[in-house]
Structure formats: C-alpha cells, structure tokens
C-alpha cells in the first residue's frame, strides 16, 4: 500500500506532465485533482462504513482501487499545484 501511494503520484507526472504542459492555466486540473481525491476518500468511509462488517474482502480490495484513484489524482494535482 505504501509502495503504490508513493509510486503512483510519480508514475502519474512522468507521464501526464506533458500533457499538462500544453495548456497555458493548469488551475483547472489541480481543482479536478482535488475532486477526484475528495471523492475517493469519500468512497472509502462509505465503503468501510457499508461493508466492512458484511463483506470484508469487498471493502479490502475496493480499498485498494480507491487508494490507487487517491494517489493517482493526487500526481494529476501536484503537477499544476507545483507549477
């Protein structure tokens, strides 16, 4: 888990900062960012909150994939918070 919160953020800028760097205002993609990292943070305590209880495996593995959207959306934010 640690390794993919860590990794992802990087393998995201390689990436997409090319992308980013074509558009004169990045404002846009570091308020989007902070959505989608709003929203995913969201759906992991409802995810816990709903089956944690019930259905563990369920909320482990979208644990996982929500963190995995956190860590991504948090790369996707720093590129424009950074410029």
Do not use: E, H
């Amino acid at each position: 888990m640690y390794s993919v919160m860590l990794g992802a953020p990087v393998a995201f800028n390689w990436a997409f900062g090319r992308f980013q760097s074509r558009f004169p205002y990045r404002k846009q993609f570091l308020i989007l960012g902070i959505y989608i990292r709003s929203l995913s943070f969201i759906g992991m305590a409802i995810i816990t909150f709903l089956f944690a209880k019930t259905n563990p495996l369920l909320a482990l593995i979208s644990f996982y994939v929500l963190i995995f959207i956190f860590s991504l959306s948090g790369g996707f934010a720093g590129i424009a918070y950074t410029d």
